[in-house]
């Protein structure tokens, strides 16, 4: 994303979300523990345009999504969202279905490793947005649901049908998408849905433990490896490859390829700076 804006400041207060900074590492939690962490429509507009503003900032290098209380999160909030949404016109409707989309796209387009640190329920849009993050970390208590069809509604709900099948196979994602069951924490780990499967209790620190090490991390390699995952899904090898030789030759020109050889030249760690 640009990192130029206009005249709008920075948003201080986020009313939907919990927001905390702390050297790189972005900490964005969902804070509805009375309601699972249910979306509200306020929602996912903070985190569309939380994401826009932090891929702006550049000063994020990696961020934490998760949850307050007993899950992660357990989807649209029935009555706030679902409840609403019976009342709404085609137009309307339309409207709030691209932007869950925009939300997904934002996990997925900005600069910065996203880490999704589940316990609980993951559930309908919680579960894609935990599969729209680069890693899942879950502890053993973790659930995922796409529960879609369950409500009499498509299983390829904000981007689910392009990146599950991607993640755990087609057959995999056929069954999820179709039937709405719920992955426990140990089959979800066994098909890849998991990135790390953390200690009972422990999928928080886990998060942030991984976080920090992509922190501490050569940031432009890892935005521009994220850019590539997202970008050559549908690309033909040819074009891939050339993509791949273009971003290379990019980076090769850029400080933290060359102060890593003269950290291995000078037999120290390499300071990198993200450029």
């Not at 994401?51 to 992660?72: H, I, P, T």
């Not at 502890?139 to 709900?157: K, M």
């Not at 990019?250 to 990198?272: I, Q, S, V």
Request: charged share 25%; proline share 4%.
């Amino acid at each position: 994303m640009s990192p130029f804006t206009g005249s709008a400041a920075r948003t201080s207060d986020w009313h939907h979300l919990r927001v905390t900074r702390t050297d790189g590492i972005a900490t964005v939690t969902l804070a509805r523990p009375e309601k699972l962490n249910a979306l509200t429509f306020g929602a996912y507009a903070d985190l569309r345009d939380l994401l826009a503003e932090l891929s702006r900032e550049r000063s994020v290098r990696a961020l934490v999504l998760a949850g307050e209380g007993r899950g992660f999160c357990s989807g649209g909030d029935v009555e706030e969202i679902i409840g609403a949404t019976l009342a709404l016109d085609t137009a309307q409707l339309l409207d709030f279905n691209r932007m869950t989309g925009q939300v997904v796209r934002a996990v997925r387009e900005c600069p910065f490793p996203v880490i999704a640190a589940v316990h609980g329920v993951a559930a309908g849009a919680g579960a894609v947005l935990a599969l729209a993050a680069d890693f899942r970390v879950a502890d053993p208590t973790a659930r995922f649901a796409f529960l879609f069809t369950r409500v009499g509604l498509s299983g390829g709900d904000m981007g689910a049908a392009y990146l599950l099948p991607r993640v755990v196979g087609l057959g995999h994602a056929t069954r999820l998408l179709m039937l709405g069951e719920p992955v426990r924490a140990p089959e979800a780990e066994r098909i890849g849905l998991i990135s790390e499967l953390a200690e009972d209790g422990g999928a928080d620190e886990a998060a942030h433990r991984l976080a920090r090490r992509l922190a501490d991390g050569p940031a432009l390699a890892y935005a521009q490896t994220k850019a590539l995952l997202t970008a050559e899904l549908d690309m033909p090898l040819a074009a891939a490859v050339e993509l791949d030789a273009a971003t290379q030759a990019l980076l090769m020109n850029g400080e933290d390829y060359a102060e890593f050889h003269a950290a291995f030249t000078e037999k120290r760690p390499p300071k990198w700076r993200g450029r």
